[in-house]
């Protein structure tokens, strides 16, 4: 199995966290290979995923500022980087999965990694007339 494989299969069932983003860390994150692919690429449903998800999960309440996405189409792969609320952000979003894993840091020179995995959901039709959907 090749690492991508390895890496959306492992996404979508760990129950440690530290698994699927060690597999992105180590095996693709640190190959020059891999971040030659793809080309770079903007999704305002990306960003709002991560702005939204992010801000409930850290508490903070802030758009991720100099957001950089590579796609990566063949494996219809997102990957990139943010800064959210001052924090390092580095994230990878299977579009097909609609499933995701970012990784916030408390620094750039290290420290505490919080991973938070992350789903898109697209509501057939909103809970009640005039509704919007919220994380």
């Given at each position: 199995?090749?690492?991508?494989?390895?890496?959306?299969?492992?996404?979508?069932?760990?129950?440690?966290?530290?698994?699927?983003?060690?597999?992105f860390?180590?095996?693709?994150?640190?190959?020059?290979?891999?971040?030659?692919?793809?080309?770079?690429?903007?999704?305002?449903?990306?960003?709002?995923?991560?702005?939204?998800?992010?801000?409930?999960a850290?508490?903070?309440?802030?758009?991720?500022?100099g957001?950089?996405?590579?796609?990566?189409?063949?494996?219809?792969?997102?990957?990139?980087m943010?800064?959210?609320?001052?924090?390092?952000?580095?994230?990878?979003?299977?579009?097909?999965?609609?499933?995701?894993?970012?990784?916030?840091?408390?620094?750039?020179?290290?420290?505490?990694?919080?991973?938070?995995?992350?789903?898109?959901?697209?509501?057939?039709?909103?809970?009640?007339?005039g509704?919007?959907?919220?994380?």
């Amino acid at each position: 199995m090749d690492a991508i494989e390895a890496l959306r299969a492992s996404v979508e069932t760990a129950t440690d966290l530290e698994e699927p983003w060690a597999l992105f860390r180590d095996r693709l994150a640190s190959s020059s290979s891999f971040m030659a692919k793809g080309v770079p690429k903007k999704s305002s449903a990306l960003l709002e995923m991560i702005a939204t998800t992010f801000g409930k999960a850290l508490g903070v309440s802030a758009a991720p500022v100099g957001m950089k996405s590579i796609y990566v189409k063949q494996d219809r792969l997102w990957h990139g980087m943010c800064s959210l609320g001052g924090r390092p952000t580095v994230y990878f979003y299977f579009e097909d999965l609609e499933l995701g894993l970012a990784g916030v840091m408390s620094s750039l020179t290290g420290g505490r990694v919080e991973l938070i995995r992350f789903r898109r959901v697209v509501l057939s039709r909103p809970g009640w007339p005039g509704a919007r959907a919220k994380a």
